[in-house]
């Protein structure tokens, strides 16, 4: 009796022991459940869970937003109708892949497998955790920097090579200021001293626009009208041309803090491209308008046309250093915008339509 009472209260602490250790685990389960549980609502990298038939059995709020769809869209759902990965890419980290419910968005993603535990290790398939994120601005940074080393290098080179050249033109437009004085050149070698004093004149030009490229060219800031701006160079790159112009320019466009001659060159790049676009002749859109905040206001100014438009391989290096689909481009016009625009604290952005035409926005600070 007595042994049959020790067996039973040895039975007994055991039995407590193995429930209290039991009951210790629930809660050590529990509680790191709660811990993954607050790190994938709080992370912003996207997470799904995928059983070893492809079916997507967990997914994290960023999962949602990144991928554009509501959770009742993504949970039991096949993988490969949510994200189409290829059968390669399993295992495989930072595949970028194009966002498939999102326009002009990419993603990378990561894959890793994990054993099914509801099957044997000898005849078991794998699941598998899949992590992504929207790269697509990140993207666009880098396209950024990039873009700046290009203007950066060119700006190097730009500015020597502008130096040497302006001092030549101007001995060259000086002896021919003497010349044209003379009152013995027959009046046809006048009319070629005419031509050559245009050319040269047209060389200037050209060395103010590398200049704009070098590390000395930064904008002389003077309070102006972007009205009165816009005005001008847009008659005057117009003048001989085949093309027409409608403007919008309301009197109430808030004053800008810009260098007058580098925005003038920017608007007429704008009017060229787009009377280049349009060699049978058209009409452009120029308008104005003030956006921004109170806290932030700025101006817009856009220029369209309804020429040939922009093939999107292109769009994103329309603004890149010798970048030209034209035959007798030099591919600096955008990338000169570009820089002034940038250079005074603003932006510059397009969008385009094969057919359809281009509209180039130009954004400013204003006050």
């Not at 013995?184 to 004093?197: E, G, Y």
């Not at 308008?289 to 994103?316: F, H, Q, Y």
Request: hydrophobic share 40%; charged share 20%; with cysteine.
């Amino acid at each position: 009796v007595f042994s049959g009472r020790r067996y039973a209260r040895r039975l007994e602490n055991e039995v407590y022991q193995q429930t209290w250790e039991l009951r210790l685990s629930e809660n050590t389960i529990k509680s790191e459940s709660r811990r993954l549980a607050a790190t994938l609502k709080n992370i912003t990298d996207g997470v799904l869970a995928v059983g070893s038939d492809g079916i997507i059995v967990l997914a994290n709020a960023a999962a949602e937003n990144i991928l554009n769809l509501p959770h009742s869209e993504i949970l039991k759902k096949n993988l490969n109708d949510v994200l189409p990965l290829q059968s390669h890419q399993w295992g495989e980290s930072n595949i970028r892949l194009p966002h498939p419910h999102r326009k002009d968005h990419m993603l990378e993603i990561s894959t890793s497998e994990i054993p099914d535990s509801e099957t044997s290790s000898e005849t078991s398939g794998h699941g598998r955790v899949v992590a992504f994120r929207d790269i697509t601005d990140l993207l666009h940074q880098e396209e950024e920097r990039i873009r700046s080393q290009k203007l950066e290098s060119l700006g190097v080179f730009a500015g020597g090579l502008a130096h040497d050249f302006n001092n030549l033109l101007t001995v060259m437009l000086g002896n021919l200021s003497v010349l044209e004085t003379s009152t013995t050149i027959p009046k046809s070698d006048m009319q070629m001293l005419t031509l050559v004093r245009e050319a040269s004149e047209r060389a200037q030009s050209l060395t103010r626009q590398l200049l704009t490229f070098a590390r000395g060219g930064m904008p002389l800031l003077e309070t102006a009208s972007i009205a009165q701006i816009v005005r001008q160079s847009v008659e005057f790159s117009l003048s001989g041309t085949n093309v027409s112009c409608t403007m919008d320019l309301p009197e109430n466009l808030r004053p800008v803090e810009v260098d007058p001659g580098q925005m003038h060159q920017v608007l007429a790049n704008l009017v060229i491209n787009a009377v280049q676009a349009m060699p049978q002749g058209g009409i452009i859109n120029v308008t104005g308008c003030n956006i921004g905040s109170e806290e932030r206001p700025m101006v817009m100014v856009e220029v369209a046309d309804k020429g040939t438009g922009i093939s999107p391989e292109n769009l994103s290096r329309i603004f890149d250093p010798y970048f030209t689909t034209k035959d007798l481009g030099s591919g600096l016009g955008l990338a000169m915008a570009y820089s002034i625009v940038t250079k005074h604290g603003g932006n510059i952005t397009v969008d385009s339509e094969v057919g359809k035409g281009s509209t180039f926005r130009v954004l400013l600070k204003a006050f």
